[in-house]
């Protein structure tokens, strides 16, 4: 399977560092006292800082979605695999109490207390529903409009407005909504309110998403566009090993598949010193010659231009870069095999480029 620690360590350590900087700063405003409105500035403020510095510089590792509404927003997009999906919800969650936990502890207070602060009635949950829309919204919008630069102050300037301007005091999230159970202070909020919250969150989630493909049809995600964008044409990316027998294999049906209506890219994170014989043979019994090919080691820019990410199964460290379509073909490795054994591994390759094809709006020939 594809090895993505980096990406879910990235995602664990960022959601809790925000509720650390949610639970830490509400304690403090409280203790420090003050009229109301001058401790929910603050305290908006401060929170709104501490999300826009994590999302800068874990936003190149797991795509920094910390919230488990906007990584269903990235799923219904189209932008993220369920199995992947549900990885990032676990460890948002874990990374949430363990921010509550230490923001606790580090004031003095409880661990672990079960808050006691009733959060409840349609106008409040109306107002959940209002931030978390905008918030998936806004960041599904600048993802794939190509704004990435903007995604950490925007992100941090719209939960500190929401914060301080909605009477919910815009939770929109639901790991952050669920780990406040753990605090009785400031910032907590009692079991009885929780199941409103969450569910008027992912609601929020999926009806931001749909509006999202709506605004923004094309998946653009970074400054340097996807070749959709800068062609016209879709691009696909085929990542494994050694880059010498099923990306190869992917490759040479794509580009025979597909023609001129879709830009080929491999690669692998240790390219091989040629091409899989018995790939070059199989290949060449069906009339594709992919044997004027060599191993190369997959790049960034070629992530970047690539409209679809297709790995093979087979353990590459590559980044998540917000906005692409990633798939991970379980594949069974042709190295070592002979040409009989080749071959159904060629025939699934061949149906798995025809469904992909299709699912970019290219026509298969042949």
């Not at 597909?258 to 018995?278: C, I, K, L, T």
Request: proline share 5%.
């Amino acid at each position: 399977m594809l090895d993505r620690s980096r990406n879910l360590v990235a995602e664990l350590i960022g959601t809790a560092l925000l509720l650390f900087v949610v639970v830490g700063s509400g304690i403090a405003t409280e203790r420090l006292g003050g009229d109301g409105a001058g401790q929910l500035l603050a305290h908006a403020i401060v929170v709104g800082l501490g999300l826009a510095a994590s999302i800068a510089f874990l936003g190149p590792v797991s795509g920094a979605h910390f919230n488990p509404a906007v990584t269903l927003g990235f799923w219904r997009a189209g932008s993220i695999g369920l199995g992947f999906g549900a990885a990032y919800v676990g460890v948002q969650v874990a990374g949430a109490v363990a921010g509550v936990i230490v923001a606790n502890v580090t004031f003095g207070e409880p661990a672990w207390t079960i808050s006691t602060t009733e959060r409840a009635g349609a106008g409040i949950l109306g107002s959940e529903f209002v931030v978390t829309f905008v918030l998936v919204l806004l960041i599904l919008g600048l993802v794939r409009s190509a704004n990435l630069p903007a995604v950490a102050p925007a992100v941090g300037a719209w939960v500190a407005a929401a914060i301080f301007g909605s009477s919910s005091t815009g939770f929109a999230n639901p790991a952050v909504t669920l780990a406040r159970i753990g605090t009785d202070t400031y910032t907590g909020i009692a079991p009885a309110s929780i199941p409103g919250f969450i569910g008027v969150q992912l609601i929020a989630g999926v009806a931001a998403a749909a509006l999202a493909v709506f605004l923004y049809p094309a998946k653009p995600s970074s400054a340097k566009r996807s070749s959709s964008v800068t062609t016209g044409k879709p691009a696909v990316l085929y990542v494994c090993v050694h880059n010498a027998g099923r990306s190869q294999m992917a490759a040479g049906w794509t580009r025979h598949l597909g023609g001129d209506a879709v830009e080929v890219f491999s690669g692998g994170s240790e390219p091989g010193d040629q091409v899989n014989p018995a790939a070059v043979a199989a290949m060449a019994e069906v009339g594709i010659d992919i044997s004027d090919q060599s191993p190369r080691l997959w790049t960034e820019a070629a992530v970047w231009s690539a409209d679809a990410v297709i790995t093979m199964g087979c353990g590459d460290v590559c980044p998540v870069f917000p906005g692409k379509r990633y798939e991970d073909w379980e594949l069974e490795d042709p190295a070592g095999q002979g040409l009989e054994a080749v071959r159904p591994i060629r025939d699934e390759i061949e149906q798995r480029v025809r469904t992909l094809l299709n699912e970019l709006g290219v026509a298969a020939r042949g």
